[in-house]
């Protein structure tokens, strides 16, 4: 089974801090997304990544970066958290942009 | 922008009972998905269907689609208490990235 990792279930942050989710996924997938869920707007795309060292913005970029050093791994950066960072993270991955994707259990980040 | 969006937002049935809920779409696509996220947790994935085919089946779900309309139903039948969740669909926009609608929330009464 493919199995996607957060590095926290919970995060409280205050603001102006920088802020580091973490993503993993075990079945070698080139692409990795991060997106970030509230209520009444579904899932919004803050980046992809289609292979290590490549990212793409997605609709929601401002305000986050992304690192994508090992093929397994993705990372979310906020640079100086703000309120309406708060939200819940997802990060997912797949083996092509189209096809199923696989979703890690998310990170709900408040912003103090 | 959302590509998708489900109707309704909310279902509430009675153990047993089928729950049916659409999802119609803006522009034209490769394939359409539908996920489940029970509370507080990841999506999981539950079915794809190409856009060149107009039913299939996995378990107690059915899914339909129908590219005239720009809109697919998913139908869970026999409904059970774990079905108690929220369900999203997912298509491919024209720049090759899933966009996801805001899901209905299905909640089965036991």
């Known amino acids: 089974d493919v199995k996607v990792t957060q590095s926290s279930r919970y995060l409280v942050k205050r603001t102006g801090e920088k802020v580091f989710l973490e993503c993993v996924q075990d079945?070698?997938?080139?692409?990795m997304f991060w997106y970030r869920q509230d209520p009444g707007l579904g899932l919004r795309l803050i980046y992809f990544s289609y292979d290590v060292k490549m990212k793409e913005k997605g609709d929601i970029p401002e305000g986050y970066s992304v690192s994508r050093e090992k093929k397994e791994r993705f990372s979310l950066i906020l640079e100086s958290a703000s309120t309406n960072q708060t939200s819940m993270y997802l990060c997912a991955s797949s083996p092509n942009r189209l096809d199923t994707q696989y979703f890690g259990p998310g990170t709900r980040l408040t912003v103090l | 922008s959302q590509q998708g969006e489900e109707d309704p937002q909310a279902l509430s049935i009675q153990e047993g009972e089928n729950a049916t809920m659409n999802c119609s779409y803006k522009t034209s696509i490769n394939n359409l998905q539908w996920y489940r996220q029970n509370s507080g947790r990841g999506l999981v994935h539950l079915i794809l269907?190409?856009?060149?085919?107009r039913k299939k089946h996995s378990g107690r779900l059915r899914v339909t689609l129908d590219t005239s309309k720009k809109s697919s139903s998913l139908l869970i039948t026999a409904s059970r208490a774990a079905d108690t969740a929220s369900y999203f669909c997912a298509t491919d926009a024209n720049d090759y990235k899933l966009s996801f609608g805001a899901g209905t929330t299905v909640t089965v009464r036991a």
């Open positions: 079945m070698d997938h080139e692409n």
């Open positions: 269907i190409r856009s060149n085919e």
